[in-house]
């Protein structure tokens, strides 16, 4: 199973979102958490609040999907000095500003690597214990501190863990919505999503691409007569036998019931002719198989293409089944 991908933290889809506990949190914090009336301390408010207005506005409008994961750590980094600043400024390790502390540690839990989790993780110790240390706070304050060191890495770890656990569903979920059940090949949905990829490519790259629809014959008459296990029987073994035929380049897909559908990327018409009399030339338990082959024109949709490819299909099947037709 290939690895869940992580969302980064500053992708713009929903970044207000997401970005919106560290204002919240703050603003709450301030109305509601009294201040000392000393200047010095003062000042250390003002700091802190234009700290996080900066990074609310960092956070914003940056272009932070050009930048590296660890550039886009920074902003939640940073949060811890607008922790430090409000602390001091309210009376230091027994400040009500403590919890705020935990913010950086669930942005990151949440979107972060889990080195960036760790360092979140050392900043939010440093930023609990290093005023008790610098400044000769009482020796109680480090059993406080303690407490919130540990709340911190539990809550971390424990939603980091979450995240990669639903990702990894998430991913399986996936997955599995791409795949035919029956056959394991790229189901239509995910062929659908393959023919547009592969066109911009050729497109790019200046080569050919075919397209070719295969039909099983008289595969509803097999149905009928021996059951729906062994026609499942014989989608299976077809595609395995056609899907190890083809170049790793190629893309197969069941395209519904007893229909298949192919991209050739690199492949003029007549290559893609020969590729299939070679996929009809193998398919297994004494099976027929109409094909129809369409070339791309370098211009027309996908639509378009695969409607050529289609009325080839029903060309070869009105000539009498078990033959490849070539679209005009």
Same mark, same amino acid.
């Given at each position: ?7 980064r933290?500053?992708n ?11 204002? #919240?949190?703050?603003? +709450?914090?301030?109305?509601f958490?009294h201040?000392q009336?000393d200047?010095?301390d003062a000042?250390?408010a003002?700091?802190?609040?234009s700290?996080?207005?900066v ?6 409008? #940056?272009p932070w999907?050009?930048l ?10 940073a949060?811890f000095?607008?922790?430090?600043l409000?602390?001091? #400024? !309210?009376?230091?390790p ?7 502390v ?9 979107y972060g ?5 760790? +360092? ?9 214990t290093?005023p008790?240390?610098?400044l000769?706070y009482?020796?109680?304050e &480090?059993?406080?501190?303690?407490? &919130?060191?540990? +709340?911190?890495?539990?809550v971390g ?9 639903l ?8 997955a599995?919505?791409?795949i035919d059940?029956v056959t394991?090949?790229?189901n239509?949905?995910?062929w659908?999503?393959a ?20 039909d099983?014959?008289?595969f509803k008459v ?15 073994e ?13 893309v197969?897909?069941?395209f519904?019931g007893?229909e298949?559908?192919?991209v050739?990327?690199?492949?003029g018409?007549?290559?893609?002719l020969?590729?299939?009399e070679?996929?009809r030339?193998?398919t297994?338990?004494? !099976? ?7 070339? &791309? ?8 293409? +695969? ?6 299909l ?12 070539a679209?005009?």
């Amino acid at each position: 199973m290939q690895s869940p991908a992580r969302i980064r933290p500053f992708n713009h889809d929903g970044l207000s979102r997401r970005a919106a506990p560290f204002a #919240a949190a703050t603003l +709450v914090a301030l109305a509601f958490v009294h201040l000392q009336a000393d200047a010095g301390d003062a000042l250390e408010a003002i700091a802190a609040v234009s700290l996080t207005a900066v990074i609310l506005a960092a956070i914003m409008f #940056a272009p932070w999907e050009r930048l590296s994961g660890w550039a886009q750590a920074a902003p939640p980094l940073a949060f811890f000095a607008v922790v430090a600043l409000l602390r001091d #400024a !309210q009376g230091g390790p027994s400040s009500a500003y403590t919890p705020l502390v935990l913010l950086p540690v669930f942005w990151l839990g949440l979107y972060g690597t889990p080195a960036q989790l760790v +360092v979140a993780l050392a900043g939010a110790a440093a930023t609990l214990t290093v005023p008790i240390a610098a400044l000769h706070y009482p020796v109680g304050e &480090w059993t406080a501190a303690a407490v &919130w060191i540990g +709340v911190a890495a539990f809550v971390g770890i424990a939603i980091h863990g979450l995240v990669r656990e639903l990702r990894g569903r998430a991913a399986l979920l996936e997955a599995a919505s791409r795949i035919d059940f029956v056959t394991g090949l790229d189901n239509r949905g995910a062929w659908e999503q393959a023919l547009p990829r592969e066109l911009a490519r050729a497109r790019r790259d200046g080569k050919p691409l075919c397209v070719a629809l295969l039909d099983l014959d008289d595969f509803k008459v097999l149905n009928d007569e021996r059951g729906h296990q062994a026609g499942d029987r014989v989608l299976k073994e077809c595609a395995s036998a056609w899907a190890s035929t083809l170049r790793t380049t190629d893309v197969i897909a069941r395209f519904g019931g007893d229909e298949f559908s192919l991209v050739l990327p690199g492949c003029g018409l007549e290559d893609a002719l020969m590729l299939i009399e070679r996929l009809r030339s193998v398919t297994p338990l004494g !099976q027929t198989v109409s094909a129809g082959v369409a070339g &791309w024109d370098g211009l027309e949709p996908a639509a378009t293409l +695969v409607a050529r490819a289609d009325r080839a299909l029903y060309e070869s099947k009105r000539s009498g089944r078990d033959c490849t037709a070539a679209a005009r």
